[in-house]
């Protein structure tokens, strides 16, 4: 009896699965690996398209191949792989879906989730794999070079409102034109954040309505690079106009928390000390971290993030994170400041470590005040 | 003790969180519902967003009410929540983490996955759902439209390729264009296909390179509305120049299967039943499927598929679909033709079940032919 690695996903939407045969499928299909064989089963929808797209060494069988009556039910075609292969247990995910791994069991079948990555190799990323997150920093580049552009050609109207081509500028429009130049270029994008005043004070809100002078815009682009479905992300807050004292004392501080837990990033360093570290420059700066009025203020989110087949994947730079880092991982750094009084600002670079330290592959200056002209 | 529903997934990834309660964060969070309860369980960083953006009546708590040492651990989380509310038990979608399950189980909690639709009430549009759906339509016809002005601008150079913008136009410029045409009106999408000649033959090829004259071009277009998260779906098949006679049979078999599939479409009807009809009908005109030298050919995916907060959802108009029609599905009816030595036909129309038959909710002209020009 054999053991064997199982997958049953989409490769548009599974890292995992993607990073195993290199299919991106929009549909959950089969992978799996046993003894030297490694091979996916897909619809014929997919096969041809399959065999052109797949990695190496990986064979296409067709649904109908371990289904003689054509049923897509994947309980039945994994049973059938497993008994053609002798196939006593499966290695699955984590995130496996329950529904077909209870099925399996019920089945006699053994389905062990793996606790932690199922390719922790996934976390060290290849030269290959960096020079596919950097290419998707170059579209993120691209995307907020587009975006401050657009904010300078921008005027100032009487109200304060931002006026670009003859109209309103609103965060969707800035959001539109930033995911053109990104498309343009072979990035896909479809949340980018242009959040401006107190919706800057919510880290994840994507922005809606229009833009003001004088208040900080958060700007945070997480683009997908098509051919290759590597991430890219990166961050910058601006104004229009004259930041407030408040907002130039928030700005120095993030970027010397940014900048100062670029030093302390090595292999060996714990993740969670990092994130204290950074957090704490920004305390020595006089920005406390709290919740009052059910608002939450200060620096209330990890200071970045695993980056590659996902935007968000190990290993987190957060309180919690206790793993050593290793060497090889690329990470976000993205330190911020959120009160709802003024707004917010995120400052954001990606970096890999390295041997001695961390290379920083993020190439965008950090500039906060973009100047107004009045209309 | 209780029972609860529970569900543990991204909003922006999971229709069924999204159908649940509306919030579309990026990454995995929790969301169940106890007697006359229903809440969900996020991290700080998207507390005060998921207070605006929830349905009704769902109360919004911070993973450190559950965790007061504020680890991110769902497992932990969840069972405190059970505990706090006596709960013994829990249904949950059967694409549920295994993980997170067998660690649930571990703590003698009883998880049960459902067999079938989590929300079966999902199938069935409500008049806002339908309303939605049809906005994302409008979006990609608005898409085809842009994308069938860029092929009838173009010209043809002496190679047979297109030539636009004084340069030749590949699958990838093409996509680019619709893809902007879309953005413009709030909908993403990060893979249409834009297949030329014998890449058109594999139904899921997105295309790239150069387009060339007098061979089909299979536009399929899907863009998802930020604002609601529902999908459109719209796909023709144009010839720049000339269409060959093979191909203006196959269009003719491929338009009429699509048409008549449309007239047996009601409640009561069985989708594999329909779907054999359409295939009849192909049969009828000449048209074989089969398989031969490694490829596929003929009509081998099913006719169509639900369509809503998934690209692809229940019920599904294929070989298998048993289940009858009930009245208030949206359904793509997407009859198609593929064949190496020529390229291939789709034409996809969306449809309603109304109580007596369907309403084709697609507004757009079958046109195979785009004119012409030399250069």
């Given at each position: 009896m054999n053991k064997a690695d199982l997958i049953f996903a989409a490769g548009e939407t599974s890292a995992d699965m993607l990073y195993?045969?290199?299919?991106r499928a929009p549909d959950p299909f089969i992978y799996f690996t046993c003894l030297q064989e490694r091979g996916i089963i897909v619809s014929a929808l997919e096969q041809d398209r399959a065999e052109k797209e797949c990695k190496p060494n990986v064979a296409i069988f067709g649904r109908n191949e371990f289904?003689?009556?054509?049923?897509?039910?994947?309980?039945?075609?994994?049973?059938?792989?497993a008994e053609s292969r002798d196939i006593a247990e499966f290695r699955v995910p984590s995130d496996f879906p329950l529904g077909l791994a209870?099925?399996?069991?019920?089945?006699?079948?053994?389905?062990?989730?793996?606790?932690?990555l199922f390719y922790p190799e996934r976390q060290r990323k290849s030269a290959q794999e960096l020079d596919h997150i950097i290419a998707a920093l170059r579209v993120a580049e691209a995307g907020l070079r587009r975006g401050v552009a657009v904010i300078r050609e921008a005027a100032v109207n009487a109200d304060g409102r931002l006026v670009w081509n003859g109209e309103i500028l609103t965060s969707e429009i800035l959001q539109a034109e930033i995911a053109i130049s990104m498309i343009r270029r072979g990035g896909f994008s479809d949340a980018t954040i242009a959040a401006c005043g107190n919706q800057a004070a919510q880290p994840h809100h994507t922005g809606s309505g229009p833009l003001s002078a004088n208040k900080t815009i958060i700007l945070d682009i997480f683009p997908r690079l098509h051919q290759t479905g590597y991430w890219g992300d990166l961050t910058r807050t601006v104004v229009k106009g004259q930041a407030p004292d408040i907002v130039k004392k928030a700005y120095a501080a993030v970027f010397e928390a940014r900048e100062y837990a670029k030093t302390l990033i090595r292999p060996g360093a714990i993740p969670a000390e990092i994130h204290e570290a950074a957090k704490t420059v920004l305390e020595n700066?006089?920005?406390?971290?709290?919740?009052?009025?059910?608002?939450?203020f200060g620096f209330f989110h990890g200071l970045g993030?695993?980056?590659?087949?996902q935007i968000h994947e190990k290993p987190c730079l957060d309180?919690?994170?206790?793993?050593p880092l290793q060497g090889?991982?690329?990470?976000?750094?993205?330190?911020?400041?959120?009160?709802?009084?003024?707004?917010?600002?995120?400052?954001?670079?990606?970096?890999?470590?390295?041997?001695?330290?961390?290379?920083?592959?993020?190439?965008?200056?950090?500039?906060?005040?973009?100047?107004?002209?009045?209309?």
């Open positions: 195993a045969c290199g299919f289904s003689p009556d054509g049923r897509p039910d994947p309980l039945e075609i994994i049973c059938s792989l209870d099925g399996l069991r019920q089945h006699g079948l053994i389905v062990q989730a793996e606790k932690g700066h006089g920005f406390r971290t709290g919740r009052q009025n059910d608002r939450n993030h695993g980056l590659g087949l309180s919690v994170g206790a793993e090889g991982e690329v990470l976000t750094v993205e330190p911020g400041l959120y009160y709802p009084e003024w707004g917010g600002v995120r400052l954001e670079d990606v970096v890999t470590v390295t041997p001695d330290g961390c290379r920083c592959l993020t190439e965008m200056e950090n500039v906060l005040e973009i100047e107004a002209m009045a209309k």
